[in-house]
């Protein structure tokens, strides 16, 4: 009798472990993240709403500030479609969380031609630091 309860406890503790396992896109509702890299680490995420989202960062030395945020399509990575950079230039003031499209504070705009994205585009964002180290990260707004 306890050889069966313990086997029945073996059997549903491992449909509990597979039932909520840990889904490694936690952004599956909104966002689909694809290739990153850098010396940053680069997150998106769901924003306030779904052309917007929320980019988060983090480099080796857990600094989460940044000089510069910068999105391109990725067809056309070389042409950022939106972007800001701190104000004054030259130093790290942006910190990490930060939306799309947002313009405020110590900020100033680079280039505003999409504050809002569109879904099934593959963008890549880019935060680059003032010492110019960045790091990046693909992704795409699901419908």
């Known amino acids: 009798m306890r050889r069966m309860r313990f086997i029945g406890f073996i059997v549903i503790g491992s449909f509990l472990i597979i039932g ?10 909104c966002i689909e ?7 940053i ?22 600094d989460i500030t940044a000089e ?13 479609v939106w972007g800001i950079e701190n104000n004054p230039p030259g130093q790290n003031g942006i910190s990490s969380p930060w ?16 504050k809002d994205l569109k879904t099934n585009v593959e963008y890549i964002v ?7 180290t960045s790091g990046f990260k693909k992704f795409t707004i699901l419908p």
């Open 20 to 29: 909520c396992g840990n889904n490694s896109n936690t952004n599956s509702s």
């Open 33 to 39: 993240e694809g290739a990153g890299g850098g010396n």
């Open 41 to 62: 680490i680069v997150n998106v995420s769901c924003g306030n709403s779904q052309s917007r989202p929320l980019y988060s960062w983090e480099d080796i030395n857990n």
């Open 68 to 80: 510069q945020i910068t999105v391109a399509r990725a067809s056309n990575a070389s042409k950022p």
């Open 99 to 114: 939306t799309q499209g947002d313009i405020g504070g110590n900020v100033n705009p680079i280039v505003e031609t999409e």
């Open 126 to 132: 880019t935060v680059t630091k003032a010492n110019q």
